[in-house]
């Protein structure tokens, strides 16, 4: 059973940066795309970034664009989101998502249907 679970949320001021990370665990030997998301207060989920399998296609929502890096270390299992120039809007939880694929190099942004693992989430609060 594939499971996944982040740290490293908590709280920065606005204009910091932070690294939230995702560690997973019973992956096996396929090729797994990964999806970050958020649920700011009283607000629908938003796919925030995706990466591939083989971590070449790196999408972003055009909220995060130039501000947060996505990435991966296969070796570990485990997958970053690095947040910088970070906003009050960008308070939410932060959940990293799983799915098995069968080619490398897919990558779906912003398609909670289109994983089937998800971690239990992180706070990220930015406040001065």
């Known amino acids: 059973q594939l499971q996944l679970v982040e740290s490293g949320g908590g709280l920065v001021q606005p204009g910091g940066t932070l690294t939230v990370s995702c560690a997973a665990s019973?992956?096996?030997?396929?090729?797994?795309?990964i999806g970050w998301f958020r649920r700011a207060p009283g607000e629908e989920r938003e796919g925030v970034s995706c990466?591939?399998?083989?971590?070449?296609?790196?999408y972003y929502t055009d909220s995060v664009k130039g501000r947060f890096t996505v990435s991966r270390d296969n070796a570990k299992s485990t997958f970053y989101l690095r947040m910088s120039n970070l906003k009050p809007e960008d308070t939410a939880i932060y959940y990293c998502?799983?799915?098995?694929?069968?080619?490398?190099?897919?990558?779906?942004?912003?398609?909670?249907?289109?994983?089937?693992?998800w971690g239990q989430g992180t706070q990220v609060t930015v406040s001065s």
């Open positions: 998502a799983a799915h098995p694929v069968l080619m490398p190099r897919t990558c779906v942004l912003g398609e909670p249907r289109a994983y089937d693992y």
């Open positions: 019973g992956f096996g030997s396929g090729y797994y795309r």
């Open positions: 990466i591939s399998s083989d971590g070449d296609a790196r």
